[in-house]
């Protein structure tokens, strides 16, 4: 639920019962200002009456005006002065139901005479007040609704357009990148503190980031002159006379552990040039040319395994992507198509306008294929399982899907990449 | 032959210096850039060997020195950097050639042999070892005068061997010069001894004696004597 409906749905209760408060208030109010005010108008009647009484001789017993009803009493005993307004109810015969009076009762002596003395004046129905009443209650209730539908669209438009932006930013912004994230300023306080703290908060993770990817890249790098002493010491001493047997196994597992060292810090180095985007120029690639050219330089490794290569030209496809990248990825996904197929094997390559497939026979493989293109899944200890995640790293880059597909009856191993 | 050799890691240093001395380069050593100068103001090379990340800066500047200076010389870069644009870099600043760090002492040898070949005239361009003999500047093989006919992986390695006749080179330093990416190791070996063994094959059909020796699991020796 948006911030914003959230906020509403409280305001609209909160409406809801301002509203019937109101409402209620303002009924007894009216009831409160018209009962006055007929007070007044019956303290009126009543001085009228008198006055009226003391000069006339006859006393009229029953009188009715448009407006107010007037009814006068003879009392045979004597009355103490009294005086009462009040609500009371007094059946109608034309209308034929109670209606509801204001009234005053006074007692009065008129030349030795005591009355019951009543003036009465018609209400308003209760019931009359409360319809429009609460109609009006609706309306407004309504009324606020679609205001505040359109107020909250309007806010959400203007005054949150600064957090959706950022929000928006936040969602594209990838830390590989070596741009920074501008947020802007929005004068809106809450905003600028947020994009402020998101900012700081964003160069930190950057730095830091960046401090890993620089101590990677300088580790793999310094360590290749330390490998190298190594190496050339082991090539010196290979060189020595009446080596034993033993001698030269440990030399020759030595030389193995270096060579693979030195293979994985070649791997890491350019894992992370591809993820620092330290490939820049781009140049048209025709696809199927580079994959010949793959091929050809393994030409003699698919004789020795007597694989087939079964190339499919169906469209041209030229792209726009790094050369070297391009020549990383072809080759990687040739060796893989090479490395895990067997003897007798076969290799079909297909390349269309939209991408290529890669499918090689091949054993199934022991890995867990949702794992394939992680960092150091490998098939077999002999590698470090960084080629397919170098792979994959540059399409990421330029936008490649990948996927990868076993057909088991028939033992396919496919790769199959789409161009963007 | 005098090669200049500009590394500032002694060790790294004295290994190659021992391995080329004994192939009859005269070779000598620099530090860093400033004992590099000194040199090449005052002797002349015919190789250079140029380490990048020198402690007084780059020898990539070196490089363009040394161009300058004495332009008959050739130039090997050896570098911890791997990436293409280094190596690309690299030669077109006026370097012949770029080997990464960690290399295969044999792998400097034979491209400083190649290299050496590349400026010589074309009678020295030829390799001669008893009844062997390779002319370089057209890829052929020769036994006893007659021409063997090998593939272009089955020439490498006859010419890597005789580069480096009477030493002890390891399986993976062959299989690193020969195919240089392809990584698999339990498979390479596999090509690597196919490819042996049709050398060998090829070579003893043509009447050439069997100079190529197993050396215990670690690799093979092309003895010359």
């Known amino acids: 639920m948006k911030l914003i409906t959230q906020k509403s749905y409280y305001l609209l209760i909160v409406y809801f019962f301002t509203l019937v408060l109101v409402g209620i208030s303002f009924y007894y109010v009216t009831n409160y200002v018209i009962r006055e005010e007929f007070n007044k108008i019956l303290y009126h009647r009543k001085y009228l009456l008198i006055k009226q009484l003391s000069k006339s001789d006859s006393i009229i017993k029953y009188q009715n005006f448009s407006d107010h009803l007037i009814f006068i009493q003879e009392s045979p005993v004597s009355l103490s002065p009294f005086e009462q307004i009040n609500d009371t109810l007094i059946f109608d015969q034309n209308e034929q139901k109670y209606l509801q009076y204001r009234q005053i009762h006074f007692t009065q002596k008129i030349r030795g005479n005591y009355y019951h003395m009543y003036a009465r004046r018609l209400l308003i129905e209760s019931e009359s007040l409360a319809g429009p009443l609460l109609i009006l209650i609706i309306f407004l209730f309504l009324a606020l609704l679609v205001t505040l539908f359109f107020f909250n669209r309007w806010v959400s438009h203007k005054v949150w357009k600064p957090f959706y932006v950022t929000l928006s930013k936040l969602r594209k912004y990838q830390l590989k990148q070596n741009d920074a994230i501008s947020l802007p300023k929005t004068n809106i306080d809450e905003f600028d503190e947020l994009n402020e703290v998101l900012g700081i908060m964003m160069n930190r993770i950057k730095h830091d980031f960046y401090l890993l990817k620089e101590f990677t890249e300088n580790t793999s790098h310094e360590l290749q002159t330390p490998l190298a002493v190594i190496k050339s010491k082991i090539e010196l001493l290979m060189q020595a006379d009446n080596l034993t047997n033993i001698q030269y196994k440990y030399l020759s597992a030595s030389l193995a552990s270096v060579h693979k060292l030195s293979k994985l810090n070649d791997s890491l180095g350019l894992l992370v040039k591809i993820e620092n985007n330290q490939f820049h120029n781009f140049e048209k690639i025709d696809v199927y040319q580079l994959i010949e050219s793959k091929l050809f330089n393994y030409e003699d490794l698919l004789q020795i395994k007597a694989i087939e290569v079964i190339k499919e030209k169906i469209d041209p496809l030229e792209i726009m992507m790094n050369p070297v990248l391009a020549d990383i990825l072809i080759e990687n996904l040739i060796n893989n198509a090479i490395k895990h197929n067997i003897v007798d094997g076969k290799i079909i390559i297909n390349v269309r306008s939209n991408g290529i497939t890669i499918a090689n026979t091949g054993n199934e493989l022991t890995i867990d294929t949702s794992l394939l293109f992680q960092r150091f899944s490998k098939a077999n200890s002999q590698s470090f399982g960084l080629g397919l995640s170098i792979v994959k790293e540059i399409c990421n880059q330029n936008n490649i899907e990948i996927s990868y597909e076993y057909i088991k009856e028939k033992h396919w191993h496919t790769m199959t990449l789409r161009f963007n | 032959m005098k090669i200049l050799v500009i ?34 103001n005052r002797e002349t090379f015919d190789c250079f060997i140029v380490d990048i990340g020198l402690p007084d800066g780059s020898g990539l500047e070196l490089v363009k020195e040394i161009k300058k200076e004495q332009p008959e010389s050739f130039i090997i870069i050896i570098s911890a950097k791997s990436s293409t644009e280094n190596k690309v870099e690299g030669l077109n600043i006026g370097a012949d050639d770029y080997l990464t760090k960690p290399f295969d002492l044999s792998e400097l040898n034979a491209r400083v042999n190649s290299g050496l070949r590349r400026y010589k005239p074309v009678k020295k361009k030829h390799v001669e070892f008893n009844e062997l003999k390779i002319k370089t500047d057209i890829y052929q093989v020769l036994v006893h005068d007659i021409e063997v006919s090998l593939t272009k992986k089955e020439y490498d390695l006859l010419l890597y061997f005789i580069t480096n006749k009477n030493r002890v080179i390891s399986k993976l330093a062959i299989i690193e ?7 698999d190791s339990n498979e390479s070996y596999g090509f690597l001894y196919a490819q042996i063994k049709n050398l060998r094959k090829k070579l003893s059909i043509a009447g050439c004696n069997d100079y190529i020796e197993n050396i215990n699991r670690i690799g093979y020796k092309f003895r010359a004597n």
């Open chain 2, 7 to 40: 590394e500032d890691e002694e060790e790294l240093l004295n290994s190659i210096s021992n391995y080329l001395q004994e192939e009859q380069f005269h070779c000598e050593y620099a530090l860093d850039l400033k004992n590099a100068r000194f040199r090449l």
């Open chain 2, 177 to 183: 010069h020969l195919w240089g990416g392809y990584q």
